[in-house]
């Protein structure tokens, strides 16, 4: 099993939808969570940290749910500059930090 | 937010040669810096992690002797690829994280892609 897992999609939704990724991960020691974007051919930039009480940026919402181990993203009123890919980020003790594979998104007008 | 910077961001090599990569922190001292390597519809993966003054932990699977990290000072890490293959061409990607600044994020350079023919 992975030790961080997304569902690579992709996922193609129109302009305006709202969507969302999960990602698990396995270690129930992990202490931090990220939400990185990755657009294609580029590095990938940080979007958002993900805390247990819910992260809200913009049309951005972030939840993690430590009991199930599992992190959620979800993106109201989708533009055409969001597609790109989303990656799960976990960081255990000792400060690995593990990249899931990432899911694609593709907005369409 | 830090910037990180990655030289050369293209380089095309030819089998055998020896490729090294730059990675400096531009407005920040980097305590430490990780090197990873993406391959196409591929997640990145860590190859190794280094600390200024100290040398490189590489994964596991890594060849070090290969791929030789050197960490000279806060805003410098250099990567280089020695005797590069085909199946070395890939997208590396350095990042630092920031001396006072959160422990657990990192800030990306804009990757090399590196072509062995």
């Known amino acids: 099993r992975k030790e961080v897992e997304q569902d690579p999609g992709p996922f193609n939704v129109p302009e305006g939808a709202t969507v969302a990724f999960n990602c698990t991960y396995s270690?129930?020691?992990?202490?931090?969570f990220f939400w990185y974007r990755q657009d294609c051919r580029k590095e990938p930039k940080l979007l958002m940290s993900?805390?247990?009480s819910g992260n809200e940026d913009g049309r951005f919402t972030a939840q993690l749910n430590r009991a199930s181990q599992y992190i959620s993203l979800l993106i109201r009123d989708s533009k055409l500059s969001d597609s790109a890919t989303y990656l799960c980020?976990?960081?255990?003790?000792?400060?690995?930090?593990?990249f899931g594979a990432g899911t694609r998104l593709f907005v369409k007008a | 937010g830090a910037v990180v910077s990655q030289h050369p961001s293209r380089v095309i090599c030819k089998s055998g040669t020896s490729v090294k990569i730059e990675c400096r922190s531009l407005?920040?001292?980097?305590?430490?810096m990780f090197w990873y390597r993406q391959f196409p519809k591929q997640s990145l993966m860590l190859m190794a992690t280094?600390?200024?003054?100290?040398?490189?932990?590489?994964e596991q699977g890594v060849e070090k002797d290969k791929f030789l990290i050197n960490h000279a000072s806060l805003t410098l890490s250099t990567l280089t690829v020695t005797s590069a293959h085909p199946e070395d061409s890939s997208f590396y990607i350095c990042?630092?994280?920031?001396?006072?600044?959160?422990?657990?994020?990192?800030?990306f350079g804009p990757g090399t892609r590196l072509t062995v023919t």
């Open positions: 990042s630092a994280r920031s001396r006072g600044g959160s422990l657990y994020e990192q800030y």
């Open positions: 270690n129930s020691a992990s202490q931090s």
């Open positions: 993900v805390y247990s």
């Open positions: 980020v976990v960081t255990t003790g000792g400060f690995k930090t593990i």
């Open positions: 407005d920040f001292q980097a305590t430490t």
């Open positions: 280094s600390n200024e003054g100290s040398k490189a932990t590489y």
